[in-house]
């Protein structure tokens, strides 16, 4: 786990409670799913020139300033996608700058029946193993978050 202690005492924070799989980054859940990342790359400068045509001849920098032609896609990118890829998948997520999890919070339903929270569980359960196999390191998750 590596859910960060020690962050600045005066920030706010809420604990929680997740049943799901630990991921280190957005990436690395569509390679689990087996999802083509398919990210649209965004031009890296402004520059008037025929993009396309540049990369189909191999070039992979701009010929007028010398940046990428086309900057890598990076976390937030991926993180953008997640949202709608594990929708359609109805599975949930729930992340902070430093870790992700694949799964369901079940810590903010203080106070409530026991029994809609038991159905959350399971089906979630089902619902992880359906998607990353028998095997999948689905755990239960506690801590605090901060702000
Ligand atoms: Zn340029």
């Excluded at 902070?96 to 903010?108: A, K, Q, R, T, Y």
Aim: hydrophobic residues 30%; contains cysteine.
């Amino acid at each position: 786990m590596k859910i960060r202690n020690g962050f600045v005492s005066n920030s706010s924070s809420s604990s929680f409670c997740i049943l799901g799989v630990y991921f280190d980054n957005a990436k690395s859940v569509f390679e689990a799913l087996s999802i083509e990342a398919k990210i649209e790359a965004e031009p890296s400068c402004s520059c008037d020139i025929d993009r396309e045509s540049l990369r189909s001849d191999g070039c992979k920098f701009c010929p007028k300033c010398g940046s990428l032609l086309f900057a890598e896609p990076d976390e937030w990118d991926f993180r953008e996608r997640l949202d709608s890829e594990l929708s359609k998948l109805d599975i949930g997520y729930l992340s902070s700058e430093n870790w992700l999890f694949v799964g369901c919070d079940i810590g903010s339903e203080n106070g409530s029946n026991v029994e809609p929270t038991i159905e959350k569980m399971q089906k979630t359960h089902t619902r992880l193993k359906e998607l990353f196999g028998d095997d999948s390191d689905i755990r239960i998750y506690s801590g605090t978050h901060n702000y």
